[in-house]
Nanobody, 124 residues
């Protein structure tokens, strides 16, 4: 069982930056592929970024490439999402998710555990 707790969301002006953090419980964090999803009001949940458990690959949605960076610190059981050049379209609830020992990064069904989410609001 893995518990995920997101933090770092908030209100930011367009063009600004935020860093989201997701702290995971358990001793096997390094065996989990980690992803950040988001869901805007009235829209489906979408994958924003993901990093493979073995560090072999990362995934970014086209809409965030060049602006967002996902990273992980296995010693701290934490995954981060650095978000720069934010715009109103980035407004959403952001969720952290974990998938055990998989190379499937970009499918929501691969993820076994989910956090409660953190709200990011970008004012224009």
């Amino acid at each position: 069982q893995v518990q995920l707790v997101e933090s770092g969301g908030g209100l930011v002006q367009a063009g600004g930056s935020l860093r989201l953090s997701c702290a995971a419980s358990g001793r096997t964090f390094s065996t989990y592929t980690m992803g950040w999803f988001r869901q805007a009001l009235g829209k489906e949940r979408e994958l924003v970024a993901a990093t493979a458990w073995n560090g072999g690959s990362t995934f970014y949605a086209d809409s965030v490439k060049g602006r967002f960076t996902i990273s992980r610190d296995n010693a701290k059981n934490t995954v981060y999402l650095q978000m720069n050049s934010l715009n109103a379209d980035d407004t959403a609830v952001y969720y952290c998710a974990a998938a055990w020992h998989t190379s499937t990064l970009n499918r929501a069904y691969a993820y076994d555990y989910w956090g409660q989410g953190t709200q990011v609001t970008v004012s224009s």
